[in-house]
């Protein structure tokens, strides 16, 4: 069942000479966990603004072609109702933290939209539990790591129980290891909760094994899409420069060298599984 449907997206932001996006087609069902990546500029940032209403609603510009989420088509329904169905998480944490305290924070958006006090209580501490950031509900947000800062921001996110959940380079300021725990939570939320995932990302190495499908976009278009392995081992991959994972190369080349390997690992954790059956036999 699809939850997102593009059908034709053509953007402008003011001003520009030419698009930011153009003739952007994409389906994406319902549960499914896909990356979007492709070189800086290339519009992925740009695709994710129409995913929650900021592209026409709050950046103006002209939009053209079809767009419908969660049932919802985006040029016709208000930024408010939108953050209902679809959550977007920044680059930057602090972009969308500002109150004195994690909870406050958290809370916020539930306010906005004039839910219950009860129900309130129970998205927010929801929401802790699920990031793993219950013993931070007290502390004031700029006093965190940023690792810390990604889950309150991902927890703001999550307390509305939206049916998607759309990341923007969320681990743009950190290192691997915090990067890597914040894109663990990312799949918790797909995998557990079945939250639909789109994660825009150029650290394919630490999140292609998550992933069922990768898009790549390049000068404003979609130019591949489909399963890692396929998308990763195409000729076009290599052309556009997007970082193919590194385990994803090596199997390759031991291929090229005549080594009888099956399978195409997207991650070293995978790639070491599959030596191991290879030196088994």
């Known amino acids: 069942m699809a939850i997102i449907e593009v059908k034709g997206l053509t953007y402008t932001y003011p001003g520009a000479k030419k698009p930011s996006i153009s003739d952007v087609s994409l389906t994406i069902e319902k549960g499914e966990f ?45 930024i408010h109702e ?43 501490d929801r929401a802790l539990q699920t990031t793993e950031i219950e013993e931070l509900r007290e502390r004031a947000p700029h006093e965190l790591s940023g690792g810390q800062q990604q889950r309150v921001a991902i927890a703001c996110v999550l307390a509305m129980r939206p049916d998607i959940m759309v990341f923007d380079e969320p681990t743009s300021f950190l290192d691997p290891l915090g990067a890597r ?34 898009v790549i976009m390049d000068n404003g278009k979609i130019v591949l899409n489909g399963k890692p392995r396929e998308v990763f081992t195409s000729e076009e991959a290599k ?5 193919i994972p590194k385990a994803t190369l090596l199997w390759q080349l031991l291929q090229e060298k005549g ?14 599984r599959f030596l191991r059956e290879v030196l088994k036999k």
């Open 34 to 78: 896909v990356i979007v990546t492709g070189p800086s500029g290339c519009g992925k940032t740009t695709l994710c603004r129409c995913f929650n209403g900021l592209i026409p609603h709050f950046y103006n510009g002209q939009l053209d072609g079809e767009l419908s989420v969660a049932g919802l088509k985006v040029n016709e329904h208000e």
């Open 259 to 272: 080594f009888p390997l099956k399978g195409v690992p997207t991650g070293s954790e995978e790639a070491t």
């Open 181 to 214: 725990k914040i894109f663990e939570v990312i799949n918790e939320l797909n995998k557990k909760l079945g939250i639909t995932v789109i994660l825009v990302e150029h650290r394919l190495d630490l999140t292609s094994h998550y992933a069922d499908r990768v």
């Open 82 to 124: 939108l953050a209902q169905k679809v959550g977007l998480v920044f680059q930057n944490p602090e972009n969308q933290l500002f109150a004195l305290s994690v909870e406050k924070d958290v809370a916020f958006g539930l306010e906005n939209l004039g839910v219950a006090r009860d129900e309130m209580r129970k998205r927010v």
């Open 239 to 243: 052309l556009i420069g997007v970082g």
